[in-house]
């Protein structure tokens, strides 16, 4: 044993789904007190070891052991009783309900009861000792998602949390909410809590970090690595197993001309409120474009709005010469205008159809994949061999239906729907969310040979670094309007996160 | 494919249960005297086949495929309803309103054959103008709530399932209390014969085995229709816009595909088979009267989940059913015919549901007592 005892550990887990094995006897253990992150690609395995610490998933073999004894976790009531709570990616709260009635969900006390002041009082106190301060009568959807994310975790701790699972916690937080994050976080291990912080970033990983342990293809790649003592380089190696490019080597934007025109654009969210507020801006073909943004402040109106899929209530759009208003003919503007969708399985694609009927979902009204009132059932299937060869699609056919697929296949079957023509205009939104190291990689190439062959892109997301990579220009969008706009090279990104965050740069 | 006959070994098995608690001292019989109500005994079915390939009389005469006639009977009107509900549910359009657009086709027949053509038509335009009524008549029918839910998002499980009341009134307020009824009687007397189906007998002269067979042609609208909604859905365009709306309403509206006229269409499309199953019911009856048989639509629905949405997979399952219906017609007390069917109905759907998801049976691992590391004893 070290001089640090160790808060837990898991030695020989081993878990099989159908068709997979996801933890291949996995020993991963955290001493108390710091900051461990798991590092993986999607389908490494590291969201399902730790469903497993939290008592959400049994393993078919191995043990668990909490301060040295051996523990057996069969449902998360178990794993609370031990001391492992888990902040989970999508939060498990009820948004018309107050933080302290959020904070008793699923107790045993009160029976009957309901003392809710006594309650709020206890809320307070946590709160105030962990500096998480948070107003326990707030209804959580008045909250911001960094303060959602903070009633989570004040959760937990109301539980008796000793060691904290944190599933990719920064996802949804501007750049200060995640150094607000980062502090309350070192404050707790101060306090002897363990933390768990899985995530993608390896920026953040590098950062908050103590040790960290990555995961490749359900095994350990690399355990315990000192964070301080490596580069995202070498971690980027040992997740994927291979080099991976950070920096995008691209060749100056060679701008020409106009291609998409908005101008005093305004439009609704889906509640009648105002959404996207008097938005113009200009993207020129053999530019990318970035809109910066939290999520939430109208860049899923904007996107909408410019592919067809929101009514504009006032100002233009211009897509090439095209003027678009209400009685535009979508169904005849794709074939120039490529959208890849936010939400994959929502909007991008048909869940239960394969992999071939959702490659034609753009032209399946034409020949030569229909004529007249029939569909060609050979055309889209050769169709479908072709792409999935040319966009490398892992796919045992191409009649596996598309919501077997992986994030990352999922997505390009998307992408080789839509770039397969060669778009003047690309829409995309949040591209690589979800996506691997590997896969990402795949679309920012992509990208960039889009736009070297003259498409315009406008590039919605929230990953900073994936925008400064990839755009030419950058815009920030805050509540619907653009609140600032430069030139990707030698952006400020102070700057940048303070505008994403609405606070009004100085002139 | 097992789960369904597993469902149905479970089933069986249930209903023997019931017919156990009804006094029956040996449910096995009981299920073979139905089997052979319903389809006809082996032996009966051996020489009928053997017929059929030899080209010769059948031996038995009106026995020979007999029991079938009732069967196909039975299964003629559920088909096309479930043919209707396969239509709509495969957009997700819950159309529950099928037995009240077949009571307007019915009645749309109805008034062709006896009060709009004369008596004389021919049998073949008699017939032909009965069937396009009756598809009109369930076109319109499901066309309404198809509108509302297109236009005014007005659910459409309310509409349809509220229509069928006013549908059975419909056909009350003619046949029952107003002009259609002769004399004091809730009928509108017999068809002329050109405005019924000739029994298949008819037509053994051409095609031998036929003979015997008191079924009618109607059967085979229902199959022809459920080849049409085949090839629909699996291989026109139409078909692909359709299940693309039922799985993923939001990747159709991405992909253009204009939802509102969809639905309105298919929802009129259904309506339209079903009221196609009313005009052949009403010319197999040979009148329209105030027992005309309530409920056939929901069996649609029963029919057509059974059959996952599948219009081919449909034609068999409503011919098992409707061998179901015949075989258990003479179960005496009455009522548990009913009960047999519930029950066998109700077993069949709930292990669908079961085995639509995998079931695991999980090694539950021993639970060792805890021990702190080190300690051996």
Same mark, same amino acid.
């Given at each position: 044993?070290?001089?640090?005892?160790?808060?837990?550990?898991?030695?020989?887990?081993?878990?099989?789904?159908?068709?997979?094995?996801?933890?291949?006897?996995?020993?991963?253990?955290?001493?108390?007190?710091?900051?461990?992150?798991?590092?993986?690609?999607?389908?490494?395995?590291?969201?399902?070891?730790?469903?497993?610490?939290?008592?959400?998933?049994?393993?078919?073999?191995?043990?668990?052991?909490?301060?040295?004894?051996?523990?057996?976790?069969?449902?998360?009531?178990?794993?609370?009783?031990?001391?492992?709570?888990?902040?989970?990616?999508?939060?498990?709260?009820?948004?018309?309900?107050?933080?302290?009635?959020?904070?008793?969900?699923?107790?045993?006390?009160?029976?009957?009861?309901?003392?809710?002041?006594?309650?709020?009082?206890?809320?307070?106190?946590?709160?105030?000792?962990?500096?998480?301060?948070?107003?326990?009568?707030?209804?959580?959807?008045?909250?911001?998602?960094?303060?959602?994310?903070?009633?989570?975790?004040?959760?937990?701790?109301?539980?008796?949390?000793?060691?904290?699972?944190?599933?990719?916690?920064?996802?949804?937080?501007?750049?200060?909410?995640?150094?607000?994050?980062?502090?309350?976080?070192?404050?707790?291990?101060?306090?002897?809590?363990?933390?768990?912080?899985?995530?993608?970033?390896?920026?953040?990983?590098?950062?908050?970090?103590?040790?960290?342990?990555?995961?490749?293809?359900?095994?350990?790649?690399?355990?315990?690595?000192?964070?301080?003592?490596?580069?995202?380089?070498?971690?980027?190696?040992?997740?994927?197993?291979?080099?991976?490019?950070?920096?995008?080597?691209?060749?100056?934007?060679?701008?020409?001309?106009?291609?998409?025109? &908005?101008?005093? *654009?305004?439009?609704? @969210?889906?509640?009648?409120?105002?959404?996207? #507020? /008097?938005? $113009?801006?200009?993207?020129?073909?053999?530019?990318?474009?970035?809109?910066?943004?939290?999520?939430?402040?109208?860049?899923?109106?904007?996107?909408?709005?410019?592919?067809?899929?929101?009514?504009?209530?006032?100002?233009?759009?211009?897509?090439?010469?095209?003027?678009?208003?209400?009685?535009?003919?979508?169904?005849?503007?794709?074939?120039?205008?490529?959208?890849?969708?936010?939400?994959?399985?929502?909007?991008?694609?048909?869940?239960?159809?394969?992999?071939?009927?959702?490659?034609?979902?753009?032209?399946?009204?034409?020949?030569?994949?229909?004529?007249?009132?029939?569909?060609?059932?050979?055309?889209?299937?050769?169709?479908?061999?072709?792409?999935?060869?040319?966009?490398?699609?892992?796919?045992?056919?191409?009649?596996?239906? &598309?919501?077997? *697929?992986?994030?990352? @296949?999922?997505?390009?079957?998307?992408?080789? #729907? /839509?770039? $397969?023509?060669?778009?003047?205009?690309?829409?995309?939104?949040?591209?690589?969310?979800?996506?691997?190291?590997?896969?990402?990689?795949?679309?920012?190439?992509?990208?960039?040979?889009?736009?070297?062959?003259?498409?315009?892109?406008?590039?919605?997301?929230?990953?900073?670094?994936?925008?400064?990579?990839?755009?030419?220009?950058?815009?920030?969008?805050?509540?619907?309007?653009?609140?600032?706009?430069?030139?990707?090279?030698?952006?400020?990104?102070?700057?940048?996160?303070?505008?994403?965050?609405?606070?009004?740069?100085?002139? | 494919?097992?789960?369904?006959?597993?469902?149905?070994?479970?089933?069986?098995?249930?209903?023997?249960?019931?017919?156990?608690?009804?006094?029956?001292?040996?449910?096995?019989?009981?299920?073979?005297?139905?089997?052979?109500?319903?389809?006809?005994?082996?032996?009966?079915?051996?020489?009928?086949?053997?017929?059929?390939?030899?080209?010769?009389?059948?031996?038995?005469?009106l026995?020979?495929?007999?029991?079938?006639s009732d069967?196909l009977v039975?299964?003629s009107p559920?088909?096309l309803?479930?043919?209707?509900?396969?239509?709509?549910?495969?957009?997700?359009?819950?159309?529950?309103?099928?037995?009240?657009q077949m009571f307007m086709g019915a009645w749309a027949a109805t008034a062709i054959a006896v009060f709009i053509l004369p008596k004389t038509t021919p049998a073949v335009l008699m017939l032909g103008m009965m069937g396009t009524a009756g598809i009109l008549a369930g076109l319109i029918y499901?066309?309404?709530?198809?509108?509302?839910?297109?236009?005014?998002?007005?659910?459409?499980?309310?509409?349809?399932?509220?229509?069928?009341?006013?549908a059975?009134?419909w056909l009350e307020f003619f046949v029952v209390v107003g002009p259609w009824s002769i004399g004091d009687f809730e009928s509108t007397g017999r068809f002329p014969p050109s405005a019924t189906w000739p029994r298949l007998t008819q037509f053994a002269d051409k095609i031998?085995?036929l003979s015997g067979l008191t079924a009618n042609p109607g059967i085979l609208l229902g199959i022809v229709a459920?080849?049409?909604?085949?090839?629909?859905?699996?291989?026109?365009?139409?078909?692909?816009?359709?299940?693309?709306?039922?799985?993923?309403?939001?990747?159709?509206?991405?992909?253009?595909?204009?939802?509102?006229?969809?639905?309105?269409?298919?929802?009129?499309?259904?309506g339209a088979l079903a009221g196609l199953a009313g005009m052949n019911e009403v010319a197999a009856l040979r009148e329209l009267n105030g027992r005309f048989q309530?409920?056939y639509?929901?069996?649609?629905?029963?029919?057509?989940?059974?059959?996952?949405?599948?219009?081919?997979?449909?034609?068999?399952?409503?011919?098992?059913?409707?061998?179901?219906?015949?075989?258990?017609?003479?179960?005496?007390?009455?009522?548990?015919?009913?009960?047999?069917?519930?029950?066998?109905?109700?077993?069949?759907?709930?292990?669908?549901?079961?085995?639509?998801?995998?079931?695991?049976?999980?090694?539950?691992?021993?639970?060792?007592?805890?021990?702190?590391?080190?300690?051996?004893?």
């Amino acid at each position: 044993m070290t001089e640090l005892s160790n808060a837990f550990e898991m030695c020989g887990i081993v878990k099989r789904f159908p068709g997979v094995l996801a933890n291949d006897h996995v020993d991963f253990s955290c001493q108390v007190g710091e900051v461990h992150a798991l590092l993986g690609e999607n389908g490494a395995g590291k969201s399902t070891l730790m469903n497993i610490l939290a008592g959400l998933y049994r393993p078919e073999a191995g043990d668990i052991f909490i301060g040295g004894k051996r523990v057996v976790i069969r449902s998360p009531q178990e794993a609370i009783a031990l001391g492992i709570g888990m902040v989970h990616q999508h939060f498990m709260l009820v948004p018309s309900h107050t933080v302290a009635e959020n904070m008793v969900l699923g107790l045993d006390q009160p029976r009957f009861f309901l003392n809710l002041s006594k309650i709020e009082d206890q809320v307070a106190e946590l709160g105030k000792q962990y500096g998480l301060n948070i107003d326990p009568q707030a209804k959580i959807w008045e909250l911001s998602v960094g303060e959602q994310q903070r009633v989570e975790v004040l959760k937990m701790l109301f539980r008796g949390a000793k060691i904290l699972i944190m599933d990719e916690p920064t996802a949804v937080l501007t750049p200060q909410e995640v150094e607000s994050l980062f502090k309350t976080l070192r404050d707790m291990t101060g306090r002897g809590h363990t933390i768990v912080f899985i995530s993608h970033k390896l920026e953040e990983v590098v950062t908050i970090a103590d040790r960290v342990t990555v995961l490749r293809r359900g095994k350990v790649s690399a355990a315990n690595v000192s964070a301080k003592g490596t580069t995202k380089a070498q971690l980027a190696k040992l997740m994927v197993g291979r080099e991976v490019l950070f920096q995008i080597d691209k060749k100056p934007a060679q701008p020409a001309e106009i291609v998409l025109d &908005v101008d005093g *654009l305004c439009a609704d @969210n889906d509640r009648g409120l105002p959404a996207v #507020r /008097e938005v $113009s801006l200009e993207v020129r073909a053999g530019e990318i474009l970035g809109i910066a943004g939290v999520a939430g402040n109208g860049q899923r109106e904007l996107a909408e709005c410019l592919t067809g899929l929101r009514t504009i209530k006032s100002g233009e759009i211009k897509i090439g010469d095209a003027v678009i208003d209400g009685k535009t003919h979508w169904r005849e503007l794709r074939w120039q205008v490529a959208h890849i969708p936010e939400d994959r399985s929502e909007v991008g694609s048909v869940p239960a159809l394969s992999i071939a009927e959702n490659l034609i979902l753009k032209a399946f009204s034409r020949p030569p994949i229909s004529t007249g009132l029939s569909i060609n059932k050979a055309a889209v299937r050769k169709n479908a061999i072709q792409l999935v060869k040319e966009y490398q699609i892992a796919t045992p056919t191409v009649e596996t239906p &598309v919501r077997m *697929l992986s994030g990352g @296949n999922l997505q390009k079957v998307i992408l080789a #729907r /839509e770039t $397969s023509k060669r778009p003047e205009l690309m829409i995309a939104v949040h591209p690589t969310r979800g996506l691997d190291i590997g896969a990402t990689e795949g679309v920012h190439k992509l990208l960039i040979s889009q736009r070297d062959a003259g498409a315009a892109i406008l590039l919605i997301s929230e990953d900073l670094d994936e925008l400064l990579s990839l755009s030419d220009r950058i815009a920030i969008i805050y509540e619907g309007k653009i609140v600032g706009e430069t030139s990707t090279e030698g952006a400020d990104i102070q700057k940048i996160g303070l505008q994403m965050a609405g606070v009004k740069a100085e002139a | 494919m097992v789960s369904s006959v597993l469902g149905v070994i479970l089933a069986l098995i249930a209903g023997g249960f019931v017919l156990k608690a009804a006094g029956v001292t040996n449910p096995i019989a009981t299920y073979q005297e139905i089997f052979k109500q319903g389809f006809g005994t082996f032996a009966d079915w051996r020489a009928g086949f053997t017929a059929l390939f030899t080209g010769t009389d059948c031996p038995k005469g009106l026995l020979c495929f007999g029991p079938l006639s009732d069967t196909l009977v039975k299964a003629s009107p559920i088909l096309l309803t479930s043919l209707a509900c396969i239509l709509a549910f495969r957009m997700k359009q819950w159309n529950i309103g099928a037995d009240g657009q077949m009571f307007m086709g019915a009645w749309a027949a109805t008034a062709i054959a006896v009060f709009i053509l004369p008596k004389t038509t021919p049998a073949v335009l008699m017939l032909g103008m009965m069937g396009t009524a009756g598809i009109l008549a369930g076109l319109i029918y499901g066309a309404i709530p198809g509108f509302l839910k297109a236009w005014f998002n007005i659910n459409e499980i309310i509409t349809t399932l509220m229509l069928n009341y006013v549908a059975y009134k419909w056909l009350e307020f003619f046949v029952v209390v107003g002009p259609w009824s002769i004399g004091d009687f809730e009928s509108t007397g017999r068809f002329p014969p050109s405005a019924t189906w000739p029994r298949l007998t008819q037509f053994a002269d051409k095609i031998p085995v036929l003979s015997g067979l008191t079924a009618n042609p109607g059967i085979l609208l229902g199959i022809v229709a459920a080849i049409v909604l085949a090839w629909i859905l699996y291989r026109s365009r139409w078909g692909y816009e359709i299940r693309v709306i039922g799985n993923n309403p939001k990747a159709a509206r991405y992909a253009g595909i204009n939802l509102k006229r969809n639905i309105l269409l298919v929802m009129a499309l259904s309506g339209a088979l079903a009221g196609l199953a009313g005009m052949n019911e009403v010319a197999a009856l040979r009148e329209l009267n105030g027992r005309f048989q309530r409920g056939y639509g929901f069996t649609g629905v029963i029919i057509a989940w059974l059959s996952r949405l599948n219009p081919i997979a449909a034609i068999f399952v409503s011919f098992l059913f409707g061998g179901l219906l015949v075989g258990t017609q003479l179960i005496q007390p009455q009522g548990i015919s009913s009960m047999l069917q519930g029950v066998i109905l109700f077993v069949v759907v709930g292990t669908e549901m079961l085995f639509r998801y995998r079931v695991y049976i999980e090694k539950i691992v021993e639970d060792v007592p805890v021990r702190e590391i080190g300690d051996v004893s």
